[in-house]
């Protein structure tokens, strides 16, 4: 007997980045599996990073963190930097009117998707909900661009769609703990119509995604970027596709928000199976 059941696949904010920069670069990526590794550098700060991630987790549990302190000076600077910068976030507790949890998993399927978002800490009281994201680089300059980021818009919308919040009640918070020496944070408020804007535009992405599949499997390949498209200039795909690549001219102005961009698609999860781990969400 035939199955009619569909088989969800799993997206995470990462793809949704990468399908908005480039369909092709997606294919590549997911689809082939031609990324190439990571630098040895930055997955030094990627453990870093998620060292910084478990940190916070065992301290909201409750676990003892001196060890761990004690054996690494960045974390302790990170840590102790972070509660001189926000003791109202590190010294407030859960109780009968306040819900805290770290690294707070929540699931939504939208179309033929299936969306797993980890929340690195959840806030939430009988009237606001807020969601905050521990990063271990320095803050971005471009807010703009943080905001459009599918971290930002997937967090928002997810938690709007699984909860009883109004928009108008969730809020996003990342918490930058290294940036210019000490952490900063850049706060996102949400509304009905940021949300229906996603609804929208979530919904047209993974429509088209489907469509492209389905001819991705009659051999035709995902869209590519038009020329002269600046997704080209950082892409390591440029000799399959033809294209021009600037990267070396490029890399001696970039900002460092520019190089996050550039290294993002050589670095994320590329099983569409795998459940996000405790990881720090490279933007
Ligand atoms: S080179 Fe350009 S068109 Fe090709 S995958 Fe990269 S961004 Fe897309």
Same mark, same amino acid.
């Given at each position: 007997?035939?199955?009619?059941?569909?088989?969800?696949?799993?997206?995470?904010? %990462?793809?949704?980045?990468?399908?908005?920069?480039?369909?092709?670069?997606?294919?590549?990526?997911?689809?082939?599996?031609?990324?190439?590794?990571? @630098?040895?550098?930055?997955?030094?700060?990627?453990?870093? %990073?998620?060292? +910084?991630?478990?940190?916070?987790?065992?301290?909201?549990?409750?676990?003892?963190?001196?060890?761990?302190?004690?054996?690494? $000076?960045?974390?302790?600077?990170?840590?102790?930097? +972070? $509660?001189?910068?926000?003791?109202?976030?590190?010294?407030?507790?859960?109780?009968?009117?306040?819900?805290?949890?770290?690294?707070?998993?929540?699931?939504?399927?939208?179309?033929?998707?299936?969306?797993?978002?980890?929340?690195?800490?959840?806030?939430?009281? @009988?009237?606001?909900?807020?969601?905050?994201?521990?990063?271990?680089?320095?803050?971005?300059?471009?807010?703009?661009?943080?905001?459009?980021?599918?971290?930002?818009?997937?967090?928002?919308?997810?938690?709007?769609?699984?909860?009883?919040?109004?928009?108008?009640?969730?809020?996003?918070?990342?918490?930058?703990?290294?940036?210019?020496?000490?952490?900063?944070?850049?706060?996102?408020?949400?509304?009905?119509?940021?949300?229906?804007?996603?609804?929208?535009?979530? @919904?047209? *992405?993974?429509?088209?995604?489907?469509?492209? *599949?389905?001819?991705?499997?009659?051999?035709?390949? +995902?869209?590519?970027?038009?020329?002269?498209?600046?997704?080209?200039?950082?892409?390591?795909?440029?000799?399959?596709?033809?294209?021009?690549?600037?990267?070396?001219?490029?890399?001696?102005? &970039?900002?460092?928000?520019?190089?996050?961009? $550039?290294?993002?698609?050589?670095?994320?999860?590329?099983?569409?199976?795998? *459940? &996000?781990?405790?990881?720090?969400?490279?933007?």
């Amino acid at each position: 007997m035939q199955s009619t059941q569909t088989q969800l696949l799993r997206l995470s904010q %990462g793809q949704l980045n990468l399908l908005e920069r480039c369909p092709r670069q997606f294919q590549h990526t997911y689809l082939e599996q031609l990324h190439s590794p990571s @630098n040895p550098e930055h997955e030094e700060r990627q453990t870093l %990073g998620s060292r +910084f991630h478990l940190l916070m987790q065992q301290r909201e549990m409750g676990l003892p963190i001196d060890t761990f302190l004690q054996e690494d $000076a960045q974390l302790q600077r990170w840590m102790s930097s +972070f $509660a001189n910068a926000a003791p109202e976030i590190l010294n407030s507790v859960s109780n009968n009117q306040t819900f805290r949890e770290s690294e707070h998993y929540r699931t939504l399927q939208v179309q033929d998707y299936l969306f797993t978002v980890i929340y690195d800490l959840l806030i939430a009281d @009988n009237q606001q909900a807020q969601i905050l994201d521990w990063k271990t680089y320095p803050k971005p300059l471009n807010k703009r661009k943080l905001e459009q980021n599918w971290q930002t818009r997937l967090y928002l919308y997810v938690l709007a769609e699984t909860s009883d919040y109004l928009p108008e009640n969730i809020s996003m918070t990342y918490w930058f703990v290294q940036s210019e020496g000490k952490p900063q944070s850049v706060k996102f408020s949400y509304s009905n119509i940021q949300h229906q804007k996603t609804v929208k535009k979530l @919904n047209q *992405i993974l429509t088209r995604l489907t469509y492209w *599949i389905e001819r991705y499997y009659h051999k035709e390949p +995902f869209p590519q970027e038009p020329e002269g498209s600046k997704a080209c200039d950082y892409c390591q795909y440029t000799k399959r596709c033809n294209r021009q690549s600037r990267t070396e001219d490029i890399h001696s102005l &970039a900002t460092s928000e520019q190089m996050l961009e $550039a290294k993002s698609p050589t670095i994320v999860d590329t099983n569409l199976l795998n *459940i &996000a781990s405790i990881q720090e969400v490279t933007l």
